[in-house]
């Protein structure tokens, strides 16, 4: 599905993404999964470095394999690693087999619980440099502790951002966007797949 959704569907409308980013822009991609956006984004834009971040051990790896396949080592940097509200490690939800529903909202008796090191996107913003142009999260609830957690300081340098979203019980999208919109990224499109899930597309002004 996640291939489908990347490649064939271009749900994340890279293009749009990346269009006037500057030479040799830094992006992280938080919830890299099998690296389906990653290698898209890598591939669209050759200039591209990449900070990919994976929670889940197996899937990491191959996230690894398809970015070596690709040959795109070099400019991929992957983090078998959770992003989170803080450094250290976490108890994470694991099906062993790739899932796209790993952690929060994996259901119950489906997965394994593992623990796995964690950092939060200060962190994360740090370890590529200190300036990030594109951020794509895509974390299975994460997101509120991931975002909410974070320094205004972090988001600085993000000139776009593409976030999915998930229901998760007090919190909203509406909070994730106050505090976006509170570090100057603004709301360029919503779409809502049901009931507090959907993705958003941000940008700065």
């Not at 890279?14 to 992006?27: K, N, S």
């Not at 939800?93 to 994996?106: C, E």
């Not at 600085?156 to 998930?166: D, K, T």
Request: with cysteine.
């Amino acid at each position: 599905m996640p291939i489908y959704e990347i490649f064939a569907e271009d749900a994340y409308d890279i293009d749009g993404l990346v269009r006037d980013l500057p030479e040799g822009f830094t992006a992280l991609d938080i919830g890299g999964q099998i690296g389906c956006f990653t290698v898209a984004l890598a591939t669209h834009r050759a200039d591209a470095q990449i900070h990919t971040y994976e929670a889940s051990p197996v899937t990491a790896g191959w996230l690894r394999r398809n970015v070596a396949t690709n040959d795109l080592d070099a400019r991929v940097e992957v983090n078998a690693t959770a992003v989170s509200d803080h450094t250290g490690t976490l108890q994470f939800r694991d099906n062993g087999a790739g899932s796209g529903l790993n952690g929060i909202t994996a259901s119950e008796g489906s997965s394994t619980v593992v623990d796995v090191p964690c950092v939060t996107l200060d962190e994360a913003v740090k370890r590529a440099g200190g300036e990030v142009s594109l951020v794509k999260m895509d974390t299975e609830g994460a997101e509120y502790d991931i975002v909410l957690a974070s320094s205004p300081e972090s988001w600085a340098s993000v000139q776009r951002m593409v976030i999915e979203y998930h229901p998760v019980p007090g919190h909203s999208w509406e909070e994730l966007e106050t505090f976006l919109h509170g570090v100057g990224l603004k709301t360029d499109r919503v779409d809502p797949v049901e009931p507090g899930l959907g993705t958003a597309w941000l940008s700065r002004a």
